[in-house]
């Protein structure tokens, strides 16, 4: 029944129809896993494509970044160079391309547009830097903000690439998987397929082949792109031992770069083991990093510099695992790095050079600043014919404000004729012209006027390239040293000659006596000593000895000890003694003198006046002294006998006032009141004189006092008389001095009374008031021995007086009016004098009628 079943038609029939279907069912699975694998396989070349794309654009923008800095350190920047427009084409063209590429990537799109601005930017500021107006030893600023921007750019570039690579590496490690995955079923569906539907063989066979033409058409595009990128692409298969362990590695598949690069033809080395072909993985332990990266499935980066066939090239490589081997993408970058290492040796000796032109040009110009010289540079300027004519300044120094007081940005640029007119007509324009047509450097001296200063200048000039360098001393202190010494010798001259004669009129000698040798030529003796001693010039040797000869002989053994001390101890002398001259007449004379070199130098004078002086004067003193002691018994009568009568004369005028006044007749009355006048103003007068008398023999020291202090209380001691009066009296601005406290009290009572009594009749007023001047500004005449005085102004505008008597009012006694019409004993003013004498001052005044008196009072200040 089963065989029946299995053999019977309809069986065969549903076994066709499930086969069939089967078929069907298996075949449309298998051919939507081929398209599927396909679709895969072609997405896997597609972003192969893509990254190798990438890679050849983002080397062309080092290429084309290398190539200008190249040219630039070369300074061949003033074109734009072939190669670098060859490499703008081509990056067009490769950025076109990829833009055709990743028209179905979004993400990439997005990226690719910033890489175009990028790529638009980088050829912009590459042709910048090109742009230069002569070869310089370093770069501005801006250029190397140029430089800067270049970078910044190249940066981004390469950021943009990363994220461009890391996304097509992502996609194709998706991919991968989706291949593998494809690889995996379909050969398994084919069996499948070819077990239970034999009868498609040809249709599936049919529908492969067609798969692997387009396979080999998509390999064939691999292979063209692999020919043609300028990265090494290799492929790598492992090679296991018994152990099943990797040993090494054999290339499969290697593109034509590397017979560029290494020198090796892609036949020859495909098959073989990479540590036959590239030794240097052995050496180097690359080969533990390739091992490495085909175990862990993991993507590995190496930067290095290998040595095959003969020479040294850098190798930037990726290695990424691939089925079951390693996909091996480098670069060689030996052209990069050998560039940036040029480069970096250029930047190194441009720093050097650049520090040691800024180190030269800081010393400059702190030699410029610091030197008191004017420097400057001057430009010819020549007409048709090629004379020069004029002169342009390009360069000064800030000394010429110093001179000339004009800065050097309002001479640079001008016409020498127009800033120094002058120098066309002393001179200096034809020294300047032979200077640049000779070559020869020339030194001259020029006066000229400057703001109305006379100044010198020492001018050194000399030839600089097409121009003058023109460097000039101000002598002006010099031409005036050597005018002072010129007048100093006219003076010493004169000098000499007085001195001479003062010699002669002081009557002094000079002498200069050896005492180790008594040759005429070891000492000497003045003229004038011969004249001092009578005798004609050179009548005797100038000895020692000689001069012994004519000193008294009661005075010649202290001479003798006089100068044996003086030899024994080296020290100075000073002595008097008597000589007799050669008249026969004695006179006294004064040796002084030192050691110097073991002789005694010196001046002998002729004092026979000064000790006749001092024994006049020793008279005269001892007479002043039997004075100053009459004047003592004078004081203490004054004090004492002569105020003793006058008090009772007044107690007796008081008593009878007080009694008897009224019983005397008109006229007795009258003469009792003239009694009464006369015992007071005797009073006053005693009282006054002891004042006077009193000033010089005052033992109070001297301390500071504040003169504002003094006329308060000379206010309070004046205050009925100036109540009574109605004086304004003003105080402005009065110092602290050194003084006698009671004597400055007295002067300012004396002055500002006398201020009162002779006020005038309307609205008195009294000034106080003090200036401060310096000696040379005091027009009084009187010794100043202080640098500085105050001025203490006392200004009224009283009766006044004649100018004629100024000087009279400060004498003992003396009075402009009569007793009727001002009180007072004639000695106020006296004391007021002797006050500021005792004090090293001086008192004056100045007084119109009816418009006042000034007396300013000169204290050391």
Same mark, same amino acid.
């Given at each position: 029944?089963?065989?029946k079943?299995?053999?019977?038609?309809?069986?065969?029939?549903?076994?066709?129809?499930?086969?069939?279907?089967?078929?069907?069912?298996?075949?449309s699975?298998?051919?939507k896993?081929?398209?599927?694998?396909k679709?895969a396989?072609?997405?896997?070349?597609h972003?192969?494509?893509?990254?190798?794309e990438?890679?050849?654009?983002?080397?062309?923008?080092?290429?084309m970044?290398?190539?200008?800095?190249?040219?630039?350190?070369?300074?061949?920047?003033?074109?734009t160079?072939i190669s670098?427009?060859?490499y703008?084409?081509?990056s067009?063209?490769?950025?076109n391309?990829?833009?055709?590429?990743?028209?179905?990537n979004?993400?990439q &799109?997005?990226?690719?547009?910033?890489?175009?601005e990028?790529q638009?930017?980088?050829?912009?500021?590459?042709?910048?830097i090109?742009v230069?107006?002569?070869?310089?030893?370093?770069y501005?600023?801006?250029?190397?903000?140029?430089?800067?921007?270049?970078?910044?750019?190249?940066?981004?570039l390469?950021?943009?690439?990363?994220?461009?690579l890391i996304?097509?590496?992502?996609?194709?490690?998706?991919?991968k998987?989706e291949?593998n995955?494809?690889?995996?079923?379909?050969?398994?569906?084919?069996l499948?397929l070819?077990?239970?539907?034999?009868f498609?063989?040809?249709?599936?066979?049919?529908?492969?082949?067609?798969e692997?033409?387009?396979?080999?058409?998509?390999?064939?595009?691999?292979?063209n792109v692999?020919?043609k990128?300028?990265?090494?692409?290799?492929?790598?298969?492992p090679?296991?031992?018994?152990?099943? %362990?990797v040993?090494d590695?054999k290339l499969v598949?290697a593109?034509?770069?590397?017979?560029i690069?290494?020198?090796?033809?892609?036949?020859?080395i495909v098959g073989?083991?990479?540590?036959k072909?590239?030794?240097?993985?052995?050496?180097?332990? %690359?080969?533990?990093?390739?091992a490495?990266?085909?175990?862990?499935?993991?993507?590995?980066?190496?930067?290095r510099?290998?040595?095959i066939?003969?020479?040294?090239?850098?190798?930037?490589s990726?290695?990424?695992?691939?089925?079951?081997?390693?996909?091996?993408?480098a670069?060689?970058?030996?052209h990069?790095? =050998?560039?940036?290492?040029?480069?970096?040796?250029?930047?190194?000796?441009?720093q050097?050079?650049?520090?040691?032109?800024?180190?030269?040009?800081?010393?400059? &110009?702190?030699?410029i600043?610091?030197?008191n010289n004017?420097?400057?540079?001057?430009?010819?300027?020549?007409?048709? $014919?090629?004379?020069?004519?004029?002169?342009?300044?390009?360069?000064?120094?800030?000394e010429i404000?110093?001179?000339?007081?004009?800065?050097?940005?309002?001479?640079?640029?001008k016409?020498?004729?127009e800033?120094?007119?002058?120098?066309?007509?002393?001179?200096?324009?034809e020294?300047?012209?032979?200077?640049? #047509?000779?070559?020869?450097?020339?030194?001259?001296?020029?006066?000229?006027?400057?703001?109305?200063?006379h100044?010198?200048?020492?001018?050194?000039?000399?030839?600089?390239?097409?121009?003058v360098?023109v460097?000039? *001393?101000?002598?002006s #202190?010099?031409? &005036?040293d =050597?005018l002072?010494?010129?007048?100093?010798n006219n003076?010493?001259k004169?000098?000499?000659?007085?001195?001479k004669?003062? $010699?002669t009129l002081?009557k002094?000698?000079s002498?200069?006596w050896s005492?180790?040798?008594?040759e005429?030529?070891?000492s000497?003796v003045?003229d004038?000593?011969?004249?001092?001693?009578?005798? +004609?010039?050179q009548?005797f040797?100038?000895t020692?000895?000689?001069?012994?000869?004519?000193?008294h002989p009661?005075?010649?053994?202290?001479?003798?000890?006089?100068?044996?001390?003086a030899i024994?101890?080296?020290?100075s002398?000073?002595?008097?003694y008597?000589?007799?001259?050669?008249?026969?007449k004695?006179k006294?004379?004064?040796?002084?003198?030192h050691?110097?070199?073991?002789?005694?130098?010196?001046?002998?004078?002729?004092i026979?006046?000064q000790v006749?002086?001092a024994?006049k004067?020793?008279?005269?003193?001892?007479?002043?002294?039997r004075?100053?002691?009459?004047?003592?018994?004078f004081?203490?009568v004054?004090?004492?006998?002569?105020q003793e009568?006058?008090?009772?004369i007044? *107690?007796f005028?008081s008593?009878?006032e007080?009694t008897?006044?009224?019983?005397l007749?008109?006229?007795?009355?009258e003469?009792f009141?003239?009694?009464?006048?006369?015992s007071?103003r005797?009073? *006053?007068?005693?009282?006054?004189?002891?004042?006077?008398?009193?000033?010089?023999?005052?033992k109070?020291?001297?301390e500071t006092?504040?003169? +504002?202090?003094i006329?308060?209380?000379?206010?309070?001691?004046?205050?009925?008389?100036?109540?009574?009066s109605g004086?304004?009296?003003?105080?402005?601005?009065l110092?602290?001095?050194n003084?006698?406290?009671?004597?400055?009290?007295?002067?300012?009572?004396?002055?500002?009374?006398?201020?009162?009594k002779y006020?005038?009749?309307?609205?008195?007023?009294?000034?106080?008031n003090?200036?401060?001047l310096?000696?040379?500004?005091?027009t009084?005449?009187f010794?100043?021995?202080?640098?500085?005085?105050?001025?203490?102004?006392v200004?009224?505008?009283?009766?006044?007086?004649?100018?004629?008597h100024?000087?009279?009012?400060?004498e003992?006694?003396?009075?402009?009016? &009569?007793?009727?019409?001002y009180?007072?004993?004639?000695?106020?003013l006296?004391?007021?004098?002797?006050i500021?004498?005792?004090?090293?001052?001086?008192?004056?005044?100045?007084?119109f009628i009816?418009?006042?008196s000034?007396?300013?009072?000169y204290?050391?200040?």
């Amino acid at each position: 029944m089963a065989k029946k079943l299995m053999l019977s038609p309809k069986l065969y029939v549903v076994l066709l129809i499930i086969a069939a279907a089967l078929l069907t069912f298996i075949g449309s699975i298998s051919y939507k896993q081929i398209s599927e694998f396909k679709d895969a396989a072609n997405a896997v070349t597609h972003t192969l494509e893509v990254e190798t794309e990438i890679n050849n654009l983002f080397s062309i923008y080092s290429q084309m970044e290398s190539a200008q800095l190249t040219n630039l350190l070369r300074k061949d920047t003033l074109v734009t160079s072939i190669s670098f427009q060859k490499y703008i084409d081509e990056s067009d063209i490769k950025f076109n391309k990829l833009t055709v590429l990743l028209d179905d990537n979004p993400i990439q &799109q997005t990226h690719l547009t910033r890489v175009g601005e990028l790529q638009r930017n980088l050829v912009k500021a590459l042709k910048a830097i090109a742009v230069s107006p002569k070869v310089r030893l370093k770069y501005s600023t801006k250029e190397r903000t140029k430089l800067d921007e270049i970078a910044h750019i190249m940066a981004e570039l390469k950021q943009r690439k990363n994220f461009m690579l890391i996304k097509e590496e992502k996609l194709l490690k998706e991919r991968k998987e989706e291949f593998n995955s494809y690889a995996f079923l379909s050969p398994f569906m084919i069996l499948v397929l070819g077990v239970f539907a034999m009868f498609v063989f040809v249709v599936s066979f049919i529908k492969i082949n067609n798969e692997r033409k387009n396979r080999s058409k998509a390999e064939a595009f691999l292979s063209n792109v692999m020919a043609k990128t300028e990265n090494i692409v290799n492929f790598y298969e492992p090679i296991y031992n018994d152990n099943g %362990e990797v040993t090494d590695f054999k290339l499969v598949y290697a593109n034509e770069r590397n017979k560029i690069d290494f020198g090796l033809d892609p036949e020859d080395i495909v098959g073989k083991p990479i540590s036959k072909i590239f030794p240097f993985t052995v050496l180097n332990g %690359e080969y533990e990093v390739l091992a490495q990266s085909f175990t862990d499935k993991k993507e590995s980066n190496l930067s290095r510099q290998v040595f095959i066939n003969g020479k040294k090239i850098w190798l930037e490589s990726i290695m990424r695992p691939l089925n079951d081997g390693l996909l091996i993408i480098a670069k060689n970058t030996t052209h990069e790095k =050998e560039s940036v290492a040029k480069l970096n040796t250029l930047n190194l000796e441009l720093q050097q050079q650049y520090e040691e032109i800024k180190e030269t040009d800081e010393f400059l &110009q702190n030699v410029i600043k610091s030197t008191n010289n004017v420097i400057s540079y001057f430009e010819p300027v020549r007409d048709k $014919k090629g004379v020069i004519t004029d002169f342009s300044i390009l360069y000064t120094n800030e000394e010429i404000k110093n001179t000339t007081g004009q800065s050097p940005k309002e001479v640079i640029q001008k016409k020498i004729s127009e800033a120094y007119p002058f120098v066309m007509k002393n001179g200096v324009f034809e020294l300047l012209c032979e200077t640049v #047509k000779t070559g020869k450097p020339v030194e001259f001296e020029r006066d000229y006027i400057f703001n109305d200063v006379h100044m010198w200048f020492d001018t050194f000039a000399i030839k600089t390239g097409d121009g003058v360098c023109v460097t000039s *001393m101000n002598i002006s #202190k010099q031409k &005036q040293d =050597e005018l002072k010494i010129l007048e100093v010798n006219n003076q010493l001259k004169i000098q000499n000659a007085i001195l001479k004669d003062a $010699k002669t009129l002081a009557k002094i000698g000079s002498y200069r006596w050896s005492f180790l040798s008594d040759e005429e030529e070891s000492s000497d003796v003045s003229d004038n000593l011969y004249t001092l001693l009578d005798c +004609e010039p050179q009548e005797f040797l100038p000895t020692h000895e000689n001069y012994k000869k004519f000193i008294h002989p009661d005075d010649l053994t202290s001479y003798k000890e006089n100068i044996k001390e003086a030899i024994d101890k080296k020290k100075s002398v000073d002595f008097s003694y008597r000589i007799i001259n050669k008249a026969r007449k004695i006179k006294h004379f004064r040796t002084t003198g030192h050691f110097q070199d073991d002789a005694l130098i010196g001046v002998i004078q002729d004092i026979s006046s000064q000790v006749k002086g001092a024994l006049k004067l020793k008279d005269k003193n001892q007479e002043l002294k039997r004075s100053n002691e009459e004047l003592e018994s004078f004081n203490r009568v004054a004090s004492h006998d002569l105020q003793e009568p006058i008090r009772k004369i007044q *107690m007796f005028i008081s008593r009878i006032e007080d009694t008897d006044y009224e019983n005397l007749s008109d006229k007795g009355k009258e003469f009792f009141a003239k009694i009464t006048s006369s015992s007071e103003r005797m009073r *006053m007068l005693i009282r006054y004189l002891l004042s006077y008398s009193r000033i010089n023999k005052t033992k109070s020291e001297f301390e500071t006092v504040n003169l +504002e202090e003094i006329i308060d209380k000379v206010k309070e001691d004046l205050e009925a008389r100036i109540k009574e009066s109605g004086v304004d009296l003003v105080i402005d601005n009065l110092p602290t001095l050194n003084a006698v406290p009671f004597q400055m009290e007295q002067l300012f009572n004396n002055l500002v009374s006398n201020a009162i009594k002779y006020r005038g009749p309307e609205d008195p007023r009294i000034i106080i008031n003090c200036k401060k001047l310096k000696r040379s500004d005091i027009t009084d005449n009187f010794v100043k021995k202080q640098k500085s005085y105050y001025r203490i102004s006392v200004i009224d505008n009283g009766i006044g007086f004649d100018q004629v008597h100024a000087d009279k009012v400060f004498e003992l006694f003396q009075r402009l009016h &009569q007793k009727t019409e001002y009180t007072g004993t004639g000695i106020g003013l006296a004391i007021c004098k002797k006050i500021t004498q005792n004090h090293g001052g001086h008192i004056s005044v100045e007084s119109f009628i009816g418009k006042g008196s000034t007396f300013c009072v000169y204290l050391p200040a």
